[in-house]
T-cell receptor
């Protein structure tokens, strides 16, 4: 079974420019998370979707960050305009298959994608 | 609010030896989940081991085991017979109940170096 896919893997932009990241979760996973990981720190949740609805976006800087999950599958995270402090790795994760695979994944586990490393100059 | 603290920014261990990574957390909840994740230079976050707070028995996964002290709010990871492939950043993480979809709260991470 394919894992969580993210693109691009790397992105370099100038400050005040816009950027978008894409995430395709594991098939059947209802919940999707976007985390921001600044260098040397642990990931911090930006936004959580349950199907196509937002569950938690309390730490999303809404003046510049936006996210959507069309049709409850793929998701896009956008930054406009970017600031220097937005340089980080952006991780996407998915979880919660409603009908667990027999002998398969543990229902509570979050599966992470490879992340997108953003550098803002 | 829940917090997770990893007080060891860096640790090193000799190959085949044992190392313990520390983690403490703060919560007022009585039921929750704790995790250790491994993040190699590829950035892929990999689940190493998990512990349900209602279980008294410490979780084990092959060479990895935890020492869960609920009263002390401590959750350390022991890696036995360390291998070169264990070198990575390790994160301790907390998740609230009862939902299966709760966000993870991560510590700052510990970089583990394995010496041949």
């Amino acid at each position: 079974e394919a894992g969580v896919a993210q693109s691009p893997r790397y992105k370099i932009i100038e400050k005040r420019q816009s950027v978008a990241f894409w995430c395709n979760p594991i098939s059947g996973h209802a919940t999707l998370y976007w985390y921001q990981q600044i260098l040397g720190q642990g990931p911090k949740l930006l936004i959580q979707f349950q199907n196509n609805g937002v569950v938690d976006d309390s730490q999303l800087p809404k003046d510049r960050f936006s996210a959507e999950r069309l049709k409850g599958v793929d998701s896009t995270l956008k930054i406009q305009p970017a600031k220097l402090e937005d340089s980080a790795v952006y991780l996407c994760a998915s979880s919660f298959r409603r009908v667990p695979l027999a002998g398969g994944e543990k229902i509570n586990e979050q599966f992470f994608g490879p992340g997108t490393r953003l550098t803002v100059l | 609010a829940q917090t997770v603290t990893q007080s060891q920014p860096e640790m090193s261990v000799q190959e085949a030896e044992t190392v313990t990574l520390s983690c403490t957390y703060d919560t007022s909840e009585s039921d929750y989940y704790l995790f250790w994740y491994k993040q190699p230079p590829s950035r892929q976050m990999i689940l190493v081991i998990r512990q349900e707070a209602y279980k008294q028995q410490n979780a084990t996964e092959n060479r990895f085991s935890v020492n869960f002290q609920k009263a002390a709010k401590s959750f350390s990871l022991k890696i036995s017979d360390s291998q070169l492939g264990d070198a990575a950043m390790y994160f301790c993480a907390y998740r609230s109940p009862p939902s299966n979809t709760g966000k993870l709260i991560f510590g700052q991470g510990t970089t583990l170096q394995v010496k041949p």
